[in-house]
């Protein structure tokens, strides 16, 4: 079964139960400056969780692409990606346990055709000191569904110590693995913050546990959350039914479902096959780099696969505006595709194998992406020009790395030096390791390591100053903030014109930031304008109200926003912000938007543009303050 056909069945399926379907958000974080990259199904909801009404009502469905940075390192496996889909259904307040796991096992076994007896559940523990109870009613619905098919589920009590008893099906496990929260386990949430045990659901794959006398997992009880392979995660329905108070949990008044499964782990589960990277999806990549290489999959998997994944995830990033740069969202599609360069380099494969490969990506998405084949040949130039800048790069590092071999008896290549390799002229350190073994050295590791997480914790250290904060948690500043985006955004298509249209923004209590497409830089008389046009706006005491029209209405009344095309079928509702009133002949802006936003300009204070940049190719970024 196609991914597509996935897809299809589980949208039709929520559909005929009533939820409204859409379009996948960007990869792009919407005013989030939590996070780099949507990289979860959920992550676009949650205002929506947190009780803001969703347009499309209380049901909700969609395909999200998500990307995670931080499983970079993780892929060459037969199960991690750093790009996937991952389909998701929401109950705001609506239906909850009884009808969701009742669902998604009809979709699993009846629609996808899943033998039930290759399925295994996990429910949540239960935390006595924190009077949170154990999810019984959860593990009676799995334990009713089984029995409808002949299937006797026992529950087990402590597989992760003592691995799984036969019979077992149904396995409780503690808040590390089923509660889920913004801020993970219950200790660690604040108050206000909703929460709630989860069960998810696995596919037993059979043959991949291996216990020869080398496998680190040979003396380990096997159980569906060792990770030894057999067992692979398809499916999780979380349960938002408790909120954080000052004397411990309550039941939240509304009640919430989120589920989220990976579509090509459903694909594979569906092929009966445990590697992710053998359905579909992959399939006309990895024929191209067969024609490349001459060398099979099946003898050179690992690169293989860091290749195909990173470079749909570039692909699929650089399609949503994220051009390869030394900064943000950017320095990950840089990484990603010198990364699959390096690979390439493995299996013989000297150039254009970016070009060549993202093409692939964007032919088999298109019916399901039709903007990935619109903006073909932009992504397909951004490919090729990063392949051809590394390929200088390895040229100008392998100048520096024989500096290096000066024999001093030792032959060791010091790990600062290899690092330096690796920050200044963006060598691999693999390369470093193959090359020096080549020539009789070795490369100090250990201190390469140290180097390595010195600069990873200077990294996370900037990134939690960049990115405290954020437009979730509703601040007065966060609104104020998100407020002058919108007064920002008219400003600038007012100065320089309708191409201006936001291609991502980061909103904190202490400034905000706006990324815009603009071919050249704009002059700094343009920057004032814009400055002075927003002040303006703000010293006319303008009213700002919202308005739920349809689609059609927003647009023949003059509405702008990137993400209106989530809001697809005709006669759907959108939330449109006003900055001024029309009848008044005083309105400045009109945008689609979720909110939150502050009543009257007036409440902004003075706005100051700190900083106008370039970051990439043809895309601009705005920094600026209010005082």
């Given at each position: ?167 077992e099906r149904i396995f409780y496990y503690p808040e590390k693995k089923n509660w889920w929260s913004r801020t993970g386990v219950p200790s660690n949430m604040p108050v206000g913050e909703p929460g709630g045990p989860d069960t998810e659901m696995f596919y037993d ?26 067992f692979v995660e398809i499916g999780n329905n979380v349960f938002m039914q408790y909120v954080k108070t000052e004397t411990g949990f309550e039941e939240l008044k509304q009640r919430n479902v989120d589920f989220g499964g990976g579509l090509e782990r459903m694909a ?360």
């Amino acid at each position: 079964m196609k991914i597509s056909d996935i897809r299809k069945h589980y949208l039709t399926f929520f559909a005929d139960h009533g939820h409204a379907i859409l379009p996948s958000a960007s990869l792009i974080p919407e005013n989030d400056p939590t996070t780099l990259f949507t990289g979860s199904g959920m992550q676009p909801m949650v205002s929506y969780l947190l009780g803001e009404p969703h347009p499309r009502g209380v049901r909700i469905a969609d395909s999200q692409k998500c990307f995670r940075s931080q499983d970079i390192d993780e892929v060459g496996d037969n199960r991690h990606t750093t790009f996937f889909e991952m389909l998701g259904n929401w109950s705001l307040g609506d239906y909850f346990k009884t009808e969701q796991i009742t669902w998604m096992f009809e979709f699993l076994t009846t629609n996808l055709g899943l033998d039930p007896k290759n399925l295994y559940v996990t429910v949540f523990r239960g935390n006595s000191d924190l009077n949170i109870p154990r999810d019984e009613e959860s593990a009676a619905l799995w334990q009713k569904l089984f029995a409808s098919k002949g299937i006797e589920a026992q529950i087990g009590e402590n597989a992760e110590q003592d691995g799984m008893k036969s019979g077992e099906r149904i396995f409780y496990y503690p808040e590390k693995k089923n509660w889920w929260s913004r801020t993970g386990v219950p200790s660690n949430m604040p108050v206000g913050e909703p929460g709630g045990p989860d069960t998810e659901m696995f596919y037993d794959f059979g043959s991949e546990r291996n216990l020869h006398e080398t496998s680190i997992w040979m003396n380990e009880p096997c159980h569906v959350n060792c990770d030894c392979g057999r067992f692979v995660e398809i499916g999780n329905n979380v349960f938002m039914q408790y909120v954080k108070t000052e004397t411990g949990f309550e039941e939240l008044k509304q009640r919430n479902v989120d589920f989220g499964g990976g579509l090509e782990r459903m694909a594979a589960a569906v092929n009966g096959n445990p590697d992710v990277f053998l359905i579909d999806a992959f399939a006309p990549a990895i024929a191209e780099l067969i024609q490349l290489s001459g060398k099979q999959y099946e003898t050179h998997t690992h690169a293989y696969r860091v290749i195909l994944d990173h470079l749909r995830a570039a692909t699929f990033l650089i399609g949503d505006g994220v051009y390869p740069s030394n900064k943000d969202q950017g320095y990950f599609v840089r990484r990603l595709i010198r990364r699959a360069v390096r690979f390439a380099h493995q299996l013989g494969i000297a150039e254009n194998v970016c070009l060549k490969i993202g093409a692939t990506f964007i032919a088999m998405y298109a019916d399901t992406y039709p903007y990935m084949l619109s903006s073909q040949d932009v992504i397909l130039a951004e490919l090729e020009k990063e392949e051809k800048k590394f390929q200088q790069t390895l040229k100008q590092g392998m100048k520096k790395f024989v500096e290096l071999l000066v024999p001093d008896g030792n032959k060791i290549i010091s790990g600062i030096d290899a690092f330096d390799l690796v920050q200044s002229y963006g060598f691999p350190v693999e390369l470093t390791e193959e090359l020096a073994t080549e020539n009789g050295f070795t490369v100090d590791m250990e201190t390469f390591k140290i180097e390595k997480e010195k600069h990873q914790a200077l990294s996370r250290a900037g990134s939690e100053q960049k990115f405290k904060g954020g437009l979730a948690d509703h601040s007065d500043m966060s609104v104020k903030y998100h407020t002058a985006t919108h007064l920002l955004h008219q400003a600038l298509r007012q100065v320089l014109g309708d191409m201006v249209v936001q291609k991502g923004s980061n909103i904190t209590p202490e400034r905000l930031r706006f990324d815009f497409p603009y071919p050249t830089r704009p002059t700094d008389d343009q920057m004032k304008h814009v400055e002075e046009l927003v002040n303006d706006t703000i010293s006319k005491k303008l009213p700002v109200h919202f308005e739920m029209l349809t689609l059609d209405e927003a647009k023949t009344r003059g509405a702008i926003g990137l993400f209106a095309d989530k809001y697809a079928e005709v006669g759907d509702k959108v939330k449109v912000y006003f900055v001024g009133d029309e009848a008044m002949g005083n309105s400045f802006s009109k945008e689609v938007c979720g909110g939150p936003h502050v009543s009257n300009t007036s409440e902004l204070g003075k706005f100051q543009i700190q900083k106008e940049e370039s970051i990439g190719s043809g895309l601009r970024r705005i920094k600026a303050i209010l005082t």
